[in-house]
């Protein structure tokens, strides 16, 4: 059975901090990989997609690699601030199936 | 592009209403994703067309829902009759092919 999960739920970091998320993946034979950030009461907006052959993607102070064959996805940020305060999901799509994580709600103290 | 457009953004109805949530993807996009979120269950994919085709339905929870692609820029998911716990953000996703998914706003429908 494929799950994604997501540890921890909620994390809090002081502001300049550099930080890591993390999400990993039952069945190693994934489609692609995909990050999200949920700001309260809205939709998810993508962040970065990592296809199954490749393993890493960088978008300004975001960087998220991908082990396959460990079954995890790392999403690191950089310099945080307090606009990066949201909740953060990881989809991962297998041939048959997109599955979510319950995301980790990231709190940025100013 | 204006996005994915979500229709209605509130829904409050009673129990045993039909609900007709809509949603526009956006245009060139082949590939629609209807969820839905709760606190309880997180993100659920319900269904998914490829070039307006029900691919995989086998998120939808029950026979009262039923979801149509008519056409590249128009989807509908319709709940009837609605229960109280189908209370949840219903989100619209379009995408072309297995690329990068763009969501809509959410619908939030209450069902009294």
């Known amino acids: 059975k494929q799950e994604v999960t997501q540890i921890p739920a909620a994390l809090s970091v002081p502001e300049g901090e550099n930080l890591v998320l993390n999400c990993s993946f039952t069945?190693?034979?994934?489609?692609?990989l995909q990050w999200f950030r949920q700001d309260p009461g809205k939709g998810l907006t993508s962040l970065l997609l990592?296809?199954?052959?490749?393993r890493e993607q960088t978008s300004g102070r975001l960087n998220a690699s991908l082990d396959k064959s460990s079954g995890r996805s790392t999403l690191y940020i950089a310099a945080s601030q307090p606009g990066d305060s949201a909740t953060y999901l990881c989809?991962?799509?297998?041939?048959?199936?997109?599955?979510f994580g319950k995301g980790t709600r990231l709190h940025i103290l100013p | 592009d204006a996005g994915v457009i979500q229709s209605p953004r509130h829904e409050v109805t009673e129990m045993g209403q039909e609900v007709t949530l809509r949603c526009k993807p956006i245009?060139?996009?082949?590939?629609l994703f209807w969820y839905r979120q709760t606190m309880m269950r997180g993100l659920e994919l319900l269904i998914y067309?490829?070039?307006?085709?029900?691919?995989?339905d086998s998120g939808m929870p029950e026979d009262r829902f039923s979801a149509k692609m008519p056409n590249a820029s128009f989807s509908t998911l319709k709940i009837q009759p609605s229960e109280p716990r189908d209370s949840a953000v219903y989100f619209c996703?379009?995408?072309?092919?297995?690329?990068?998914?763009?969501f809509g706003p959410g619908t939030r429908l209450t069902v009294l």
């Open positions: 069945d190693s034979a994934i489609y692609n």
């Open positions: 989809a991962v799509g297998w041939d048959d199936k997109i599955i």
């Open positions: 990592i296809q199954s052959s490749q």
């Open positions: 067309f490829n070039n307006n085709v029900p691919i995989d």
């Open positions: 996703a379009s995408s072309f092919r297995a690329d990068t998914q763009y």
């Open positions: 245009s060139g996009h082949n590939s």
